[in-house]
């Protein structure tokens, strides 16, 4: 051997990079897939920026049209004479006067009848849409006064007949619009602005009547309005019956009173309502208002209890008729895309809990290494998924925002794991995945009443299968367990 083949030198071999454990592999997963909720969460936030400026939108639209609209009455408002005692401090002594005051005394119909017909129409401000309506009140009610007024606590010759108005509840008057009217005993009469009924925020409109109160009086109104959101009805009078029209394909009915009969088809809907005095729970004359319907979801009678006794301060007099009741009728969109979105992102973390099972899958059984890094930008991908669908979503619709958005994750993800996975077979595999995943969180989206069962029992089957390929796995060691001979 020469002395130069002997000075010939062997680069060293670099250390082979040791390997990680399948249990540490999946302990870095598991926090990979922790840290990401916080990018999910930051996606709430800017769901919830998005719903406030849509709301925004829909009010600056209301401004100009007409906000949520509620319709009282009619009702005849009778001043009367009254005494009543009051205690003054005269010289350092109480002393108890007797005052005379004049009080008014709410006469509700002994029948009420009308047809209302609510003409639905969209508008636009930017990327956002709300629906507004048009309102058309058509109806006729018929007062008698009451033989035996005294049993309420009022003589009828304390009765100011000749200074009696008509009042009609109008919640938001910006949105009358022309040809409203009013006629008493087939006579026209003028209507004034103001005055309305405390039950709409004393907003409406009134006409003044000269009556005798010997015969009945029979009103025949018509009341336009223009609103936005909820349009409510609240029934006074022995009976009142209402028939509701319209062409919005999709109302929600609530409110204390649902319709008697209704009928929605792809053209339109039609409710009739029939609300007796008994359901209401009112006299039919009343020395004090109703306040306003207290807003609930109508389940616990005790906010009704609370309103009533604890009538807000300065009308106290006013509200001691008792809390009115409503119906509400709401033209809503078939599909409110933010709740969608809303529902969606809670389906978040299974994307990324499936997606890194399968690499983890893959990294543990196949041989394939999936590095930290590859796991967080898989996860951001599969989060950037929901700020591409509400984006879309605000623009094109929530269905083909989400085939577009999907579309484009699951395209992405196929080319990053074809390269990470070191073979295309895997990469198919894992779009496959994601198609199906992505295919399932529509059906729960659209299957909302079934979501939860159809989720869990998902996720028993897919938690088997895990637990099915990995029964062999050593976490602590670095591969397989071994084989015990049978001796």
């Keep these: 051997m020469t002395q130069a083949s002997q000075n010939v030198s062997v680069p060293p071999v670099p250390p082979a990079r040791s390997e990680r454990s399948p249990g540490v592999k999946l302990v870095i997963a598991v926090l990979i897939a922790v840290a990401l909720m916080v990018p999910l969460l930051m996606i709430y936030g800017l769901l919830w920026d998005r719903q406030q400026q849509a709301e925004t939108a829909q009010a600056s639209i209301g401004q100009g049209w007409g906000g949520q609209q509620t319709i009282a009455g009619p009702v005849i408002v009778i001043p009367y004479r009254a005494t009543e005692m009051t205690t003054v401090n005269e010289n350092g002594k109480d002393v108890t006067r007797t005052v005379n005051t004049i009080r008014n005394l709410y006469l509700s119909p002994q029948t009420n009848k009308a047809d209302v017909t609510i003409k639905p129409e969209k508008r636009k401000k930017a990327i956002y849409e709300t629906v507004v309506y048009e309102s058309q009140v058509a109806g006729n009610a018929e007062f008698v006064l009451p033989a035996d007024i005294a049993r309420y606590g009022v003589a009828r010759e304390a009765l100011m007949l000749d200074r009696t108005e008509v009042r009609l509840g109008i919640s938001d008057a910006r949105g009358l619009v022309d040809g409203n009217s009013l006629a008493v005993d087939g006579t026209p009469v003028a209507l004034q602005p103001g005055k309305g009924l405390l039950s709409t925020g004393n907003s409406g409109t009134f006409a003044f009547v000269d009556w005798s109160g010997a015969a009945p009086m029979k009103v025949d109104y018509r009341i336009g309005v223009r609103g936005l959101g909820d349009f409510k009805l609240i029934p006074r009078g022995v009976d009142t019956r209402w028939t509701v029209k319209s062409s919005w394909p999709n109302p929600s009915f609530g409110g204390d009173f649902l319709p008697a009969k209704r009928s929605v088809t792809a053209s339109g809907f039609t409710a009739t309502y029939a609300v007796p005095n008994l359901a209401l729970g009112q006299a039919q004359v009343l020395t004090g208002d109703l306040s306003p319907p207290v807003t609930t979801n109508y389940g616990p009678r005790d906010a009704y209890i609370e309103a009533v006794s604890a009538p807000s301060d300065g009308g106290a007099a006013e509200a001691s008729g008792g809390t009115a009741k409503a119906v509400a009728i709401s033209l809503i969109e078939p599909v409110d895309l933010y709740s969608q979105v809303d529902r969606a ?7 990324i809990g499936f997606t890194f099972v399968a690499f983890l899958m893959f990294d543990i059984i196949a041989g394939a290494r999936v590095a930290p890094a590859e796991y967080f930008l898989t996860g951001i991908a599969l989060v950037l998924f929901f700020v591409l669908l509400l984006a879309f979503a605000e623009v094109i619709g929530f269905t083909f925002a989400y085939m577009l958005a999907s579309a484009a994750i699951i395209g992405l993800l196929a080319f990053y794991s074809a390269a990470v996975l070191k ?23 659209n299957l909302e009443a079934y979501s939860l069962l159809i989720g869990s029992v998902l996720m028993f089957f897919a938690l088997a299968g895990v637990m099915y390929m990995t029964r062999s796995i050593d976490w602590s060691g670095l591969g397989k367990k071994d084989e015990v001979a049978v001796g």
């Design 345 to 351: 992102i809670k389906y978040g973390f299974l994307f």
């Design 423 to 445: 073979s295309w077979k895997r990469a198919r595999f894992l779009a496959a995945m994601l198609v199906g995943l992505y295919a399932l969180l529509y059906v729960l989206l």
